[in-house]
């Protein structure tokens, strides 16, 4: 039988895992900076659930491409394809929530879809929502937490903001009814260009004086100022007025990455106010590396009657972080280990030094039971460990190890408390 | 429509999961410390390999619990029910990996059946395994990593180890063929006693002779010395030296609470060797907390051929260890938020400072638009938050905030460097 993944799923090997760890851990450490609390929703929900109103955005694919199974009472059930949904349920089921309810969840999401580079049918995502506050200042926190993160991640970036309401301000200004065809169009302004976007809105029928006046708002150097000589729609000035309280809180937070981008509009169907992306700035890595927005009308929608639920969160793309760390650093290290301890005749000893080692806090693995010096160099080399801890009755003698440097191969003869102080310096 | 979650799955909510994080997070620091690396495989398997040779223990109940599902090219798919599969294609799928194979692997599992008390549907495991070694060093480590855990817990526990080739052993000398219906029984010792056990052994056929000379073999005060007397099986003197080298190992890694106990069997038919298993002392959860042993045939048996790949391993309840800590502490905190920031007719400045709290490294959480103070101390409160930081013009007038705690009600005025001092003391 010949062993594989199934299809379009794959392993995390412990090189790769340990730095994708590295990127949940700072992640974790920011939404938990900025007051977010864990909250994991199970890998399976009712099929009926994940297909509530609103909850899959774009339905029809989505539909198509979840995962179904039943179980043995015969019920339908889905594998989750975003974490949106089984937030929207969690909220309708716990109606004590106290509001507003800042949330983090991060874990696999599932999709029966075609196979392409980098999309697979297993992947991970990794989102903050903060749930019942119309307040701007909480979507200020997504642009912050964004800054956070990514500074913390030693990346160069940007973060693209909008507001849809501004979008909807300019279209009906134009007379663009139909709104929903036409974001998708002013979204690929940067990828296709001016005159790309002019024939898109033709072949959806629109005219040219409509696109004029669409052009006459969103081409050349946009600004709030220049807005807000331009914009006079209703839906568009409140948006001007979001857009700039947003900025007036992100400046106030220290944040340094963040433009107003008119031709941000994000696909997803469900946003109603901020949209935001964030970018790396001169990285082979072009696609986005976290987006999210606010979407006041889906959970309310979602849980029925006419209650308003107002949301704006953000979800970072686990895939191209990892893309961009790996740029960074080279896949060498395939263990957590710092340390790996070879005793020489010398076993019984060697696992008090071990623990000892341990116990100070230091990753530490040992020689099982391979034989030969030069063998447990290579194992130690191979899985990229730092240094090496060898020792025989002579070391042993002068109550001494010798430390090898595997990357200069120095060694350096010291007691067990001088290698504890050097490993554990940085 | 009733929003709810899937049948025998369930949330875990923010005062649920930051226990759970907690223990992921020591147990992760614990398999690191002693060289495990992270691996992660997919939650989606080929139906064909969670049920390849000797890959699934009780194979046919595991197969009518195992949630199947196809992909939109009709593949046959499935969701694991536990990591050693997994496990197993990982290591027969990567030839390059080098041996002895030290991972650890975390996350949800599956199976679709009867649901009772604290049996869900999906539910977490968390696995150590050291692979391609027979040195009896690996096995020790698997203790000591359980000893190691559970301290940083602060549980009080016991570790019983016993070794499949004694019970083999003594199962040979007593004349028991049919000796994996003899384990069960065995294993049962503790909970329906000699009569009990002797009741079975007769319902299954073995004579008086036989479960005499059992009973001769396990029952009393049954200790390595003991029995290095009594037993005269080869294979049982193979397993009573393990049993003394692993003893002999784990003395020197300072673990003082493992013994020995010649009634542990461990239901699993795979296991080759030692078996483990961890239990608290003197608490109202007597299932195990943690439990493995050795099983040098079947990663070589799921290969195929005539590979030899011995290997060793442990698995921690993360569903009992969480029970646990919630009889150690209440579950008043739903946010991992230290303090709640309030400012009275200050919310400019009030940015400035919350920021300076998070960039100390200290979770904040800021009154998003909530009117009024008392409804926002409710909050605060209602979450679970020690602290508020509360400031109008009049403090901020003498660069003070007003620190609140909200345990005592006592109320300090403060700068902020003073804030950050006192709350990232401890």
């Given amino acids: 039988m010949k062993m594989q993944t199934a299809k379009g799923v794959s392993d995390t090997p412990p090189e790769e895992k340990i730095i994708k760890n590295q990127v949940l851990n700072t992640l974790t450490k920011v939404f938990e900076i900025y007051g977010f609390a864990p909250l994991e929703t199970p890998v399976i929900e009712r099929f009926e659930t994940l297909f509530a109103k609103s909850g899959a955005g774009e339905e029809s694919d989505a539909l198509k491409e979840t995962f179904q199974l039943t179980d043995q009472g015969k019920r339908k059930l889905g594998l989750r394809f975003e974490f949106t949904t089984s937030l929207a349920r969690y909220v309708a089921m716990n109606s004590n929530i106290k509001m507003p309810f800042k949330r983090y969840e991060f874990g696999p999401v599932f999709r029966d879809g075609p196979i392409k580079l980098g999309r697979y049918r297993q992947f991970w995502q990794c989102d903050a929502d903060t749930i019942g506050t119309s307040s701007m200042l909480a979507d200020a926190e997504c642009v912050a937490m964004l800054s956070t993160a990514f500074n ?74 220049s807005l807000k000589k ?38 997803q169907a469900y946003y109603t106010g901020t949209v935001i992306e964030a970018y790396l700035i001169n990285s082979k890595i072009t ?81 099982l039971g391979k034989k030969g010096v030069s063998n447990n160099l290579q194992y130690a080399s191979s899985l990229g460990i730092p240094y090496v801890v060898i020792f025989g009755e002579k070391e042993l003698a002068q109550k001494k190890v010798m430390l090898r440097n595997m990357e200069t191969g120095k060694e350096t003869l010291l007691t067990v408390k001088e290698v504890i102080k050097r490993l554990t310096k940085k």
């Fill in 152 to 225: 913390k991640l030693n990346f160069k970036f940007e973060i693209k903001i909008n507001n849809r309401k501004i979008l909807n301000g300019i279209l009906n200004q134009a007379g663009i009814k139909d709104q929903k065809e036409a974001l998708i169009s002013i979204d690929k302004l940067d990828k296709i260009g001016k005159e790309g976007v002019a024939k898109e809105l033709k072949e959806r029928g629109y005219n040219e004086s409509q696109i004029a006046k669409l052009f006459d708002l969103i081409l050349g150097k946009v600004t709030i100022t």
């Fill in 230 to 267: 331009s914009l006079i729609d209703e839906e568009g000035i409140e948006g001007l007025n979001e857009l700039e309280e947003l900025f007036s809180y992100i400046k106030k937070m220290g944040v340094k990455e963040a433009i107003f981008d008119i031709s941000l509009a994000r696909g």
């Fill in 287 to 367: 696609s986005s590396i976290a987006g999210g927005g606010r979407y006041d009308d889906m959970i309310g929608g979602f849980m029925g009657g006419n209650r308003v639920v107002p949301a704006v969160g953000i979800s970072f793309g686990i895939a191209p972080i990892m893309d961009a760390l790996k740029m960074q650093q080279e896949l060498t290290t395939k263990t957590p280990a710092k340390v790996f301890v070879l005793p020489i005749n010398a076993l019984e000893e060697s696992l008090e030094i071990v623990q000892e080692l341990r116990n100070a806090g230091i990753n530490t693995d040992i020689s």
